[in-house]
């Protein structure tokens, strides 16, 4: 049995950790100061890239990395903080937020430290009202005793933070959506690049971190990289030569829903197996694991046969899924996945936010032609049409056979692919919101295809057992192209 | 619908206390437009809902077109532009709550309150008579380690069942 590590959540629990004196009985602020004492901004920014930290708000993109992006003669330079969390199946953030937001500003201090940053804007979701209300409290706090304002502690460094409020749209998390938000507009995704870290909110170079990224700092500064790295696994990337150390070093906020006895957030190093994960969380509530997603509702879906691969940035990728902000759902034998993906598509039609023709239409494409299968009015005529492959001649062209098809299910795969092709991962859209919808459409309905086609033929929802509702691992496109990596170590 | 439209335009200003609270916003962005979200949620907390009035006075004060303000109103799902009850009570609907069954928590509120879903453009279909509540499905709220969740204005309610529900809306009437 896996142990939980509790380091971001240690003292989540400890009353009035809300507060600014009960925190500093818990080092609080201990790490800013000792930043500012025994590090010059530059060490701090190497620190960060030594000790790996990839973001922890979806795209798992190296922080350090992200930081040498910044240009350093253009100011003023911004910290947006990312508080909009709205990807399904993740909620880590809303604790922090609620019960130790003092960590949360420790963080920003450190981020802002070492990168001369003196404005942060903490974007936190219209919904998370609780949230908000502790944190401006903790800012106001801070202010009182000398951590935020003119003259920092004496160092001379002047720091703010402002809460800014969204009003309720999932595509604000976007990074560049959220740039937007925050300069008064409609969330609409810019082009990228410029990327944000060169010309982000008002114009100015913009470093955007999520809310657990941030909080992972103190941590770093305070107990050193060295510390920080045997955390996690770090992996090879043989693809170079020598090979490249790849880092996915720390804890990760796994929240874990769906059909497990004891949802909830649990800390644990990175690299565990969805197996493990399952058993942290009381074990798994009836009798059969169906389908776990690994990242948030946009994050492919793994089946039964994949469950024991390890949840880290590397290990999923290479998985054909992503660990995105670390949101597990958990599905059982009961659960029909045509069922599952209706209701996520109808999420993202909602949520589209129609800038690019692509996703704006075909976001509700993808929805009703599942909603078409769910109500069992899914075409139902299978078509018999020349089958299209390399022919004896050795050319493409008319094989001479003839195969079955389901039109509903090549026409669903189709719209998703033409919004995003999750093959050549290439898509037609500004922003990953597209990917983020053909990802689950496409992966759903490869993986599930039995259940897609018994849906159709039957005229109704049908939810098959396990194993007859899975692809087996031999037609599973992603199984069949899976690559477990291994520990930097071992090699 | 024009004399409508003729009774909503009374006019709007902030009360000396929510001026208060936008004169310390507005001071904490290099450009005034970026204010707009948080005086926006203000004014909805004075005014109920977004009149044309209120944006033609968002946009005097923030030196933007009013239509530029509207942009903004409509593209996000917590402005209303038009009356809600009392009581916003918005039902998650997402994947884990619906794994926690939710569908059973908003049929149970829909029967008890008698009252339809609210749809974004039609909030009036589902407030009910009285026009003391208003019952919309939202997506996901961030708690779905307590699903099904459901909030009422700025309150979350975790773990509910259709008892739970019965209680929670018994003491909103006591409040």
Known sequence: MVEERRILYE???????????????????????KAIAEYQPDD???????????GRGGAGFSTGLKWSFVPRDIKPCYLCCNADESEPGTFSNRYVLEKNPHLLIEGILICCYAMGIETTYVYIRGEFTLGKRMLDAAIKEAYEKGYLGKDVRGTGLNIDIYTHPGAGAYICGEETG??????GKRGQPRNKPPFPAVE?????????????????????????????????????????????ADPN??????????????????ELELGLTCTELIEVAGGLRGEEVKAVIPGGSSAPILTHYELDTRLDFTSLTLAKSMLGSGGIIVMNETRNIVDCLLNIMKFYAHESCGQCTPCRWGTPWVRDIVQRIADGEGRQDTITRPKFGVTESGRWGDTGETEEIYEDLDL????????????TMTWNTICVFGIAVSWPAVSYMRKFRPEFEAAIREGKLVTLPVAEATVPPEENYAYQQRFIPKEFADL | MSDERIQIETPFAFNEENQREFDELIGRYPVKEAAMLPTLHLAQRQAG??????????????????MKVKDVVTFYPMFFEEPVGEYVIRVCHTLPCALRDCKVVLDHLKAKLETDIASETNLAKGTTADGKFTLMKVECLASCDVAPVIMINDDLYKNLTPEKVDEILDNLDNL
């Open chain 1, 11 to 33: 003292h989540l629990d400890v009353p009035d950790i809300n507060t600014f004196d009960v925190f500093r009985q818990y080092d609080g602020y201990t790490r800013f100061e």
């Open chain 1, 412 to 423: 669903l795969e189709s719209v998703a692919n033409n919004i995003a092709n999750v093959d």
């Open chain 1, 178 to 183: 959220l740039i937007e938000s925050l300069e």
């Open chain 1, 249 to 266: 070093t720390g804890t990760k906020l796994y929240c874990i829903s769906g059909d497990v006895n004891e949802p909830g957030v649990y």
């Open chain 1, 200 to 244: 982000g909110v008002f114009s100015k170079p913009t470093v955007v971190q999520n809310v657990e990224t941030l909080c992972n700092l103190p941590f770093i500064v305070g107990n050193g990289v060295e510390w920080y790295t045997k955390m996690g696994p770090t992996y090879a990337d043989t693809r170079e030569d020598p090979p490249k």
């Open chain 2, 49 to 66: 809902y977004i009149t044309p009035a209120v944006m033609k006075y968002v946009a005097k004060l923030l030196e933007v077109t009013v």
């Open chain 1, 44 to 54: 701090i920014a190497k620190m960060v890239m030594d000790s790996g930290l990839k």
